[in-house]
Nanobody
Framework: QVQLVESGGDLVQPGGSLRLSCAAS????????MGWYRQAPGKERELVAI???????NYADSVKGRFAISRDNAKNTVDLQMNSLKPEDTAVYYC?????????WGQGTRVTVSS
């Protein structure tokens, strides 16, 4: 059974930084994509950043230049370094894994950007 466990969500002031981490466990193909989505109150879940096992990366326009995704293929972990945070980044952030033709989701970690 595949499980994703996130950590790192917190309350941070505008302009601050935060690092989210996610670890995937269980049995799944090494050919996969891992990353992060987020869902703000009253809005649909949206892509933040994803990275394939061979390095292809995709970012939402709203986070380009501020967020950086990294992953360790050997450990099945993915991190999201978030800098210059804005109030509009406030959301529940979900770890995402796509492998074996299906998506998996973590439980979510809350990020609140507020003074």
């Amino acid at each position: 059974q595949v499980q994703l466990v996130e950590s790192g969500g917190d309350l941070v002031q505008p302009g601050g930084s935060l690092r989210l981490s996610c670890a995937a466990s269980g049995s799944f193909s090494s050919r996969n994509t891992m990353g992060w989505y987020r869902q703000a109150p009253g809005k649909e879940r949206e892509l933040v950043a994803i990275r394939s096992n061979y390095g292809s990366t995709n970012y939402a326009d709203s986070v380009k230049g501020r967020f950086a995704i990294s992953r360790d293929n050997a450990k099945n972990t993915v991190d999201l370094q978030m800098n210059s945070l804005k109030p509009e980044d406030t959301a529940v952030y979900y770890c995402y894994l796509y492998t074996d033709r299906r998506p998996y989701w973590g439980q979510g970690t809350r990020v609140t950007v507020s003074s």
